[in-house]
């Protein structure tokens, strides 16, 4: 006798989501915000006549701001992906599963029992679907030494699986191309860096963006001077900009085209202090640049100057 052919898609992922779902969604604050930004009201009698209203503009964009994964479910369903690991096929025959079958739920209010019941819109289950990235699996190096990580500083609860599974979840909202630059670069990351160190998630989160936009480098370290030099060379000019325009007029700086700023001074100084903290711990070294302003002799004005010799003094 022929044994019977599993299903495609794991039963238990399905039922952990509809799970999960069925205890209903609390909404956070950006969908509180969204509701008041755009109604003027964000009360459990607004949030019910939106969903109910199909007509309603704003209702979609409303939803989709609702069936946004948090982190508490993707937690919930991670060791289930870990132990399947899943193709974009299976992914693909379970949104045709909750779309034929719509997954309940109940939509409240922080701080108030009162519950909305409703089904996720078949129309978001494949965007709810691709923001959880079930198909990606880390490398099985990365995957091997996670095991191996002393990870509970990462967990609220100090519980070490937990701390593991939240380092997977980050991970795979990442989802890196997983090159092997890039997996050699993580591992040593994670040996050399002290999950302890209370600024742990912070440098993660800088280098999985950082690793998503130099997809291609080989070698990181570099990579990561390059990007302190831009930000540094980026921070004197703005510095010298602002001390110019301190010194001038309105008009004098009209006539001379200088518009006025919009560096994120604070934002290039936290990456320059991640990157130095980054590159010392994985590479025990570091380029240490030369913070003196250089000089620059603008002259004193009695007139407007000519526009040109100024931009080319400030260039």
């Known amino acids: ?42 009360s459990a009698a607004t ?52 779309k034929a079958a719509p997954v309940a739920t109940g939509l409240r209010l922080p701080g108030v029992t009162d519950i ?28 091997e030494l996670m095991i191996h990580l002393d990870t509970h500083p990462l967990s609220p609860t100090h519980d070490r699986e937990d701390g593991r599974l939240r380092l997977r979840v ?33 440098k993660l989160d800088f280098m999985l963006v950082f690793l998503r936009e130099h997809e291609g480098a080989t070698h ?3 990579a990561l001077m390059d ?15 602002t001390e110019w325009a301190a010194r001038t007029n309105m008009e004098t700086r009209i006539m001379a085209g200088v518009r006025p700023s919009y560096f994120d001074v604070h934002a290039a100084e936290r990456s320059l202090a991640l990157i130095d903290r980054i590159a010392m711990a994985v590479f025990g070294r570091t380029e240490w640049l030369d913070g003196s302003l250089r000089s620059v002799d603008l002259g004193n004005y009695t007139e407007a100057p000519d526009p040109a010799e100024l931009v080319d003094r400030l260039s």
Not at 18 to 42: C, E, H, K, P
Not at 227 to 241: A, E, G, V
């Open 170 to 202: 980050r991970l795979r909202n990442a989802g890196l191309r997983q090159t092997p630059a890039q997996v050699l670069f993580l591992c040593d990351f994670f040996e050399r860096l002290p999950f302890d160190d209370k600024g742990f998630v912070d």
């Open 47 to 98: 949030l019910r006549e939106l969903v109910l209203d199909e007509s309603s503009a704003e209702r979609d964009s409303l939803l989709d701001l609702v069936f946004f994964p948090d982190q508490a479910l993707q937690l919930a369903i991670e060791p289930v992906i870990e132990s399947h690991g899943l193709t974009e096929e299976d992914v693909s025959l379970l949104a045709a599963r909750l």
């Open 1 to 42: 006798m022929t044994p019977s052919a599993p299903p495609a898609i794991p039963d238990d992922l399905e039922t952990v989501l509809r799970r999960y779902m069925a205890d209903g969604i609390t909404l956070t604050g950006d969908v509180r915000n969204f509701m008041t930004a755009t109604f003027g009201d964000a």
């Open 116 to 143: 909305f019941p409703t089904v996720m819109p078949a129309f978001l289950v494949d965007a709810f679907l691709a923001r959880l990235n079930l198909a990606w699996q880390p490398a099985a190096a990365l995957s």
């Open 220 to 222: 990181f370290y570099q």
């Open 227 to 241: 990007r302190k030099k831009f930000l540094f060379r980026h921070l004197l000019k703005n510095r010298q900009t």
